[in-house]
DNA sequence: AGGCGGTATTGAAACGTGTCAATGGCGGTG
DNA sequence: CACCGCCATTGACACGTTTCAATACCGCCT
């Protein structure tokens, strides 16, 4: 009959209204509080929605409000298995109170981890949970600042003064790997490390450490340090030669990689050279990502409880956003080792 | 002296201009355009801004502008590393755009998918990069005509004449698989598809048979179908019993996965067993994920251009944007066999 | 001096929604 | 019958921007 279609102009809360005889106000009641309005019209309201099929506008809901309704997690590496473990986490739980998740990735940068931080600002996010890189906070500092709600995850510190926090305790992941390995007969283990200086890194060969320091073993004999460029599995392919070497007599029999991905490149590292875990090198790695248990010896590796993780943050975030004066909290799991194939006793 | 920070009320752009004495249009126009603006003013402007650390609302903006600035990107399995690499393609060439990009997961459950959707038709998004659910393009379909550009991508399929979309040619990646299996005398072959009806898996499989018929061998007589519940590596290892069953004689000497996800979980479950490829069966998977270089014996895929295809994607999405009269184009990549070491010359 | 052209700036009007005080209608009670 | 209270609904305003026609300013030419 008539021109049903009128895609000139967006359909807005008004045609609505005007269509169903009513003011815009009731059709604002309709969908945000239909107990106010009565059977008869809201039904009237209902139909005319469906009608013109009007999808509301959220810069206008928001405008008014405040607030948007989406969170950011702030994520260092989407193509690292760790971290899209950790967002699914968020987001089932952000899903229960109905937030959406917009997932940004900083790439392990901190150029781009501002821009995620002015992006989330500028839609005045409802909040957000960030993984820092090399554990910078500033910025989520300054999004608090900017009355976006932060809760900090994974790495980088912050007193629980200032936010909650959700964290592992990597001090015990590098013990529980140290007390596996010596109780294998390994003295001589390498630890290969990401980039000079990230906290995660240093605190994980701290625990490494101390475990050997426990039991007697003098940690400066022991271990020895190999930095990659980054921590993925071509940095870690790339150092199977250097962690091989270390002088006559001084090859290890183990190596403890900061991180799965690291672990996985130098078993295949090894593997190239007609070499093979856990005969000619114990290893061990860090996460417990997905491929470590589809390779072949497994990964021995210090799980995170990576879902978990996501989950605690974002109710974390929850409670502070449903909470007025809510005092911060921060979370701490302990870590577990996961032995699989690619560690055994030491035969030198 | 005063009381700089006045946490109360947000700082809009009205503070900026009376603290720098001026009118809120030239405040805009220094964010927006700002050769239209006297170097003075703008330097006092600019002044101002910082001084409040001003940061303006996106929603406002995209209120006046009935369009906001980001796009969205629908996949279909976040933990999977095919797609987040091809969002990686997308984020890229987004960001040289000044375009933010939003991810969502849509977990392979066309509830979720449809959320996702009007999601983004509520935020009244600037585009999208939709990998539907089943090749259901319904939602994709609805977004456009609530004025949101979407182009396809991967999955599904719709005429060139209502959008953009960019694929792999799927029929010719399983006839590689085949001539690839063939080449190493292999003439019994399971195909491990994923859920019964995923049109990708079908034209894979159709692809293995047309490149068998092409050396005159019976496609009916050589290839067997085993489904599994879902494309990933736990469904893959629990598949092997029933790829290796297939009655007496008719053990398959290789296998071609739907999927590298499958295939790696095949490896595994062999390897349970004690058995391993390529000498007890030989292995194909297809996308070339980066665990699928990590397994030992590396993996033989069929390869997608993962992060070319999200550049692609959002290059047409970019055109579409730019340019009002555009017109759809479509983009096909041709898959490219990776061998690695899961197959080899058939000796039975 | 008056007028002209150009540039820098202003003021007001939108954009679509949520809120809230005010209004209208209606049934019940004194 | 007048009054009250209750409920459903309305109307107007506010949110923070952008835009655009209108204005003010200034120097220059006639």
Known sequence: MEPSERADRPVGINDVAARAGVSAGTVSNVLNRPERVSEATRRRVER????LDYVRNSS??????????SIGLVVLDVTNPFFTEVAQGVEDVAAEDGLAVVLLNSAERSDRQRRSARLLAEQRAAGAV???VDGDTADLLWLRKQGVSGVLLDRGDVGPEVACSVSVDNLAGGAAAARHLIGLGHERITFLSGPEGLEQCRTRLQGLREGLAEVGIDPEAAVRVVHTAQLNAESGEKAVEEVLAGGPGRRPTAVFCANDQLALGVLKGLGERGLSAP??????????????????PGLTTVA??????GCAAMRLLLGELHDPDHTHERVRYTPELVVRGSTAVNRR
Chains 1, 2 share one sequence.
Not at 48 to 51: C, D, G, P, Q
Not at 60 to 69: E, K, P
Not at 304 to 309: F, G, H, N, T
Request: hydrophobic residues 35%; aromatic residues 4%.
């Open 60 to 69: 206008g809901r928001n405008l008014r409000s405040g607030r948007s309704d």
């Open 279 to 296: 005969s000619d090198l114990s290893v061990v790695g860090y996460d417990d990502v997905a491929p470590a248990s589809l390779v072949h």
């Open 130 to 132: 960030v993984m820092p």
């Open 304 to 309: 995170q409880p990576k879902y978990e993780l």
């Open 48 to 51: 005319a929605i469906e009608e």
